[in-house]
């Protein structure tokens, strides 16, 4: 008999017996644990714990539910619970540029993220040829519509192919509050974090020009403050005053691909934890 594999997330006030009493409840109702990690933030009195284990020949998912449910409210947890072989389904949205559209197809394509990819979206016809050669729908939306009209059109796309996640592969739209709120810690951006950060239009002229040592690019979930989202992943490398600009271009690209995998690959992993508008990510 195959035995399915399963996530167990748990949040809470930190408190003593948290451990015993997660560990007993998985052991008692067939589960064997395969990893564990906590962690206590002190300054804030939770405890965040990511456990993966497997079930065995008497586990069923209904007997655990009843079991941890009860067990949540003793502890006042707030949990998720997933089976591994049910895969998040993923939404990419673009523009123009095909740099992150690619890293995360072609990783995906390795087996390197545990997604479907059903759907890609733009805002412009751009990229449709590479949603092709990964045989995947492509869909464009109208901006000119206006921000409520175009994001309806885009959510029904969303609906339609039944999306979990959607992530913003250097989409150059900024979603509307509302939209924000909906998908709410549902949506990840890449973004080319720099320091210090440089707004507006072309960043890394503008870090050149500044003599910048460091670039990098940070992974974040989106909300309507654009790029102040929880950050998931971060990451940097060192440039040489010799670098050209359009050295510093590739460079900072190499980054952003990176970052935005990532970032992904630990929200499909249920590694991160939200707890006061920060992150928390447990591996």
Request: glycine share 6%.
């Amino acid at each position: 008999m195959t035995h399915h594999t399963y996530v167990l997330t748990v949040s809470c006030p930190d408190q003593s017996g948290l451990i015993a009493a997660i560990t007993g409840c998985i052991a008692e109702t067939g589960g064997n644990i395969l990893n564990l990690a906590q962690h206590t933030a002190v300054e804030l009195g939770m405890f965040f714990c990511r456990i993966s284990f497997a079930g065995t020949d008497d586990f069923t998912e209904e007997k655990f539910h009843g079991a941890f449910d009860a067990l949540s409210k003793k502890f006042s947890m707030e949990w998720g619970f997933f089976n591994t072989e049910r895969k998040k389904r993923v939404a990419v949205l673009v523009s123009k540029t095909s740099h992150c559209l690619y890293e995360i197809l072609l990783k995906h394509a390795d087996g390197e993220l545990d997604c479907d990819i059903p759907v890609i979206i733009s805002n412009h016809p751009n990229l449709a040829h590479i949603a092709t050669s990964f045989h995947i729908p492509f869909f464009q939306v109208d901006v000119a519509k206006g921000k409520l009209e175009y994001e309806k059109d885009l959510e029904a796309i969303l609906i339609r192919y039944d999306i979990d996640l959607v992530v913003l592969a250097r989409y150059m739209q900024v979603m509307s509050e509302d939209f924000c709120e909906r998908w709410g810690n549902k949506v990840i951006n890449i973004h080319h974090g720099f320091l210090p950060a440089f707004k507006g239009a072309k960043p890394y002229h503008q870090a050149w020009q500044k003599g910048v040592k460091i670039i990098g690019a940070t992974g974040h979930f989106a909300t309507a403050d654009l790029d102040q989202g929880p950050i998931i992943f971060q990451d940097v490398i060192r440039v040489a005053d010799t670098r050209s600009v359009d050295e510093f271009i590739r460079m900072g690209k190499d980054v952003e691909r990176r970052v935005l995998v990532e970032a992904v690959r630990r929200y499909l992993a249920h590694s991160i934890f939200l707890y006061q508008g920060r992150t928390f990510v447990i591996e």
